[in-house]
Each structure stands twice: as structure tokens, then as C-alpha cells.
């Protein structure tokens, strides 16, 4: 079964900095583009980042280029999100979810690690 | 960047009824179409990619179709679980993808 489990969410004060993990399981992960996906409280879904199946490519919305940046380690089959100068607007559940080599949609996600921006 | 529009935002519908529910993109996006259901709580579940192809596990009540601007998602007949939030997703070309705001399911 193919399984993605994130962690590191946690409440940071604005300014501060956070990185999230994503541990994939249940298939070949370095065959797979990965994508952070993330949901503010009560509001809907908003794509965050994208990178390839190695590394070498990475996306990013506009709303975090500059401040977040999207790794993937494939010896470990981990997927990161390194969070810098944290916007209250930036408080979201954060769901990573495994995406296809030419059309990407969003299969399977996690079940989401909450970040919290709040002094 | 290209802009999904649901419709409705909020539809009342009883079990075992037929709903249709429409999603919009502002470009055409050939079939580059997914459709995702939330229930509060829980991370979202692919139901439709490809806009017409279900995904594994689907139940057949569930079917997409549409192409280019206009899509739908189709329920055939309502279970109680189905009352949730739906999201239509776009991943035509390259990055970024964008998601409509959603359409709620509540039991009338």
C-alpha cells in the first residue's frame, strides 16, 4: 500500500523558520514526482511545490517562492519542505502527495502536519 | 496562472439522489482535469483524473466528464458518506496547479 506520513508541523512565531518531512513507503519513490499541497483553516487546497523525480527540477507558487524550498531524499525515501521567514498567512495543514512523470495529479496524499504562525 | 471555478458552493441534496456538480477553468486544459473528495478532518482522495477516468477503488457512482473549459462530477446516487467537500484540479502543463474553491455536499 502506497503510504506518505508527514511531520514537523508545529506553532513558530512569524519570522521564524520550520522544516516539514514527508516519509514515503509502498512504492518506488525516486520514480515519482512530489508535491507540498497545503490547506489553511477552513479555506481550500493551494499547490506549493513541485519537484521532480531527482532533484534537479523544482516549482513553486508564487506565494512562497523565495521562502520555501522543496527536497526529496532518495536513499531514505523522504520528501522535505524547509519553511523560512514564516508568514501568519502561512498557517495551513500541510500535505504532501505523490504525483505522476507527465500529468500531474495528486495520489496518494498524507494525512497532513499542521504549521501554525502565531506570537 | 489558470483559474478553476466550482459551482455551486454549497449544494442540500437528499440520499440516493442524482447531483452534478461543475467546475470551470478560465483556459482550455484539454482533459488535464482531477476531482478530489474531503471529508472534514481528512486528507483529500482522488476520485477522477484524466477528468473521465476514476481512480482505483472508485465506486462507479462516481463519473467525470468534460474537456477543454467544462467539467462535471457526477454522483449517481448519494450515499451518506458521499456528503463531503469535492475539489477539481487542473495540472495542465507546468507548475503552478490550481484547485477550484470547492463544492459542499450537506444532507438536506
Known amino acids: 500500500e502506497e503510504q506518505l506520513v508527514e511531520s514537523g508541523g508545529a506553532v513558530v512565531q512569524p519570522g521564524g523558520s520550520l522544516r516539514l518531512s514527508c516519509a514515503a513507503s509502498g512504492f518506488t519513490f525516486d520514480d515519482y514526482p512530489m508535491h507540498w499541497v497545503r490547506q489553511a483553516p477552513g479555506k481550500g487546497l493551494e499547490w506549493v511545490s513541485l519537484?521532480?523525480?531527482?532533484?534537479?527540477?523544482?516549482w513553486y507558487a508564487d506565494s512562497v517562492r523565495g521562502r520555501f524550498t522543496i527536497s526529496r531524499d532518495n536513499s531514505r525515501n523522504f520528501l522535505y519542505l524547509e519553511i523560512n521567514s514564516l508568514r501568519p498567512e502561512d498557517t495551513a495543514v500541510y500535505y504532501c502527495a505523490k504525483g505522476r512523470l507527465l500529468s500531474n495529479w495528486f495520489d496518494p496524499w498524507g494525512q497532513g502536519t499542521l504549521v501554525t504562525v502565531s506570537s | 496562472e489558470i483559474v478553476m471555478t466550482q459551482s455551486p458552493a454549497t449544494l442540500s441534496v437528499s440520499p440516493g439522489e442524482r447531483v452534478t456538480l461543475s467546475c470551470g477553468a478560465s483556459?482550455?486544459?484539454?482533459?488535464?482535469l482531477a476531482w478530489y473528495q474531503q471529508i472534514p478532518g481528512q486528507a483529500p482522495r482522488l476520485l477522477i483524473y484524466?477528468?473521465?477516468i476514476r481512480a482505483a477503488g472508485i465506486p462507479a457512482r462516481f463519473s467525470g466528464s468534460g474537456s477543454e473549459t467544462e467539467f462535471s462530477l457526477t454522483i449517481s446516487s448519494l450515499q451518506s458518506e458521499d456528503f463531503a467537500l469535492y475539489y477539481c484540479q487542473q495540472y495542465h502543463n507546468r507548475p503552478p496547479y490550481t484547485f477550484g474553491q470547492g463544492t459542499r455536499l450537506e444532507i438536506q
Open positions: 519537484i521532480s523525480w531527482d532533484g534537479s527540477n523544482t
Open positions: 483556459q482550455s486544459i484539454s482533459t488535464n
Open positions: 484524466g477528468a473521465d
